[in-house]
């Protein structure tokens, strides 16, 4: 029996890190293949300073040995079609489902030249079938980070995502935007497209927040 005045502590937080590449963490390996964690490293860190209890989850791994919390569902390439694919498929799968979800995708659609309007589109669908998928879940989704390859169709996709926010909340659906085209374009790695290490450090301290809201939010629910 719990002591008078004393609170069992809470169950961690069940995280699904969503999308391409940069879930993934490509271009982030120090410690040979495999080790690739990209944001959720330093994210990692972020939430244990602060004293947030979370489990990252996912059908895939992978990190440096310092990642202990390595799941996550992150592919290279992956359009947003093929995101959601994947998104449904785990989210079916993992059992207890996901709480909250971090959702990066986008880049290699615009990259690949579909339109900003029609890729809005499909992140929208997708926004749409994880709420329908996993009731009650929150979603923390992120603008499209800089690259130097076709930035008016990234900053025309970004341009969308606040009225798609808006309009998905309006609706009762819990959904927070992180602006991740801020670690700026100093954060580019050379081949024009995926962050250095220290980008993928700026990328965890812009979802921060956002996690943290969602993580409070789920919690008040408990």
Not at 62 to 67: F, T, V, Y
Not at 93 to 103: A, E, I, K, Y
Not at 167 to 193: C, F, P, T, Y
Request: hydrophobic share 40%; aromatic share 4%; charged share 20%.
């Amino acid at each position: 029996m719990t002591p008078p005045n004393e609170q069992e502590p809470l169950a961690p937080v069940r995280v699904l890190p969503l999308g391409d590449s940069l879930t993934l963490g490509y271009g982030s390996a120090q410690e040979g293949s495999g080790s690739e964690g990209g944001y959720r490293v330093r994210l990692q860190q972020l939430l244990a300073q602060n004293g947030l209890a979370v489990k990252f989850v996912g059908t895939q791994a992978n990190g440096p040995r310092s990642l202990v919390n390595n799941r996550h569902e992150g592919y290279n390439g992956f359009t947003i079609r093929e995101v959601s694919r994947v998104g449904r498929k785990a989210c079916a799968v993992l059992s207890p489902q996901p709480q909250v979800v971090l959702l990066l995708a986008g880049t290699n659609d615009v990259l690949s030249w579909t339109s900003p309007g029609e890729a809005a589109t499909d992140l929208e669908r997708l926004i749409e079938d994880l709420g329908r998928q996993v009731p009650g879940v929150k979603l923390v989704a992120a603008q499209l980070i800089p690259a130097m390859y076709n930035q008016e169709e990234i900053g025309s996709f970004n341009t969308q995502l606040p009225a798609l926010v808006e309009r998905q909340r309006s609706r009762g659906l819990s959904l927070r935007l992180v602006n991740m085209h801020g670690i700026g374009l100093e954060s580019i790695a050379s081949d024009g497209v995926h962050p250095t290490l220290a980008g993928y450090d700026r990328m965890a301290e812009l979802w921060f927040p956002a996690l943290r809201d969602a993580i409070a939010e789920v919690n008040q629910l408990a």
